[in-house]
């Protein structure tokens, strides 16, 4: 059975990091602008005589854009998924066009919508369901872009390979929550560092259980 430390995870993706801090930074930079995008189009709140502010009526340019930005948000997520395992595997050899794999697009959007159903009915049972199957899914995105893996499979293999290591993730994810929150206060700036790193550790934890 393989050990997964937190530790471990961190130490890596910041070791990882300050090596070619710049590319990391650059896809993330270049991702949020990608994913803002569509919210130039969208129609914004006006504000009226009185200084009330009006919001946008529903429209069909409205929906329209959301949809858009709804798709892009999931392919960012997926080039951003796909360009940390690889980041993760050489990070000397991984360059910006690594965010482009539109190859398991659907398979990404299908895996996606099936998670956060499962992981939200788990909340509405109870908290503790909820956080359990956020732990168990973690890996579904990265087995769906590593192996091929349709939505329903990675689902069960994700499961299977964080079976024992539950509260492993669990401290890991608390752990990189609280770096970016430190991200954060750091005038945001930070954030360009702790999200470049919150995602190597994730792709460390899943290559060392999946390994």
Known sequence: MHTLSVGDCLRFAWDTFKQRPWILIGALLLSMIIAGLPQVFAPYPTVG????II?????TWGTIVSLVSLFVSIGVSLGLTTFSLRAHDNIQAVQITDLWNPGPFWRFLGAHILTVIAIALGFIALIV????????LMFVPYLVIDRGSGPIEAMKESWRVTKG??????????ALIGLNILGAI????????SVPVTMLAAAHAYRTLTS
């Open 186 to 193: 750091a005038l945001v700036v930070g954030l360009f560092v």
């Open 129 to 136: 369901p909820g956080v359990i199957l956020a732990m168990g």
């Open 165 to 174: 290591h539950k509260w492993q993730l669990f401290l890991l994810f608390l």
């Open 55 to 59: 919001p946008a009526p529903v429209s």
């Open 49 to 52: 005589p009185d200084g009330q």
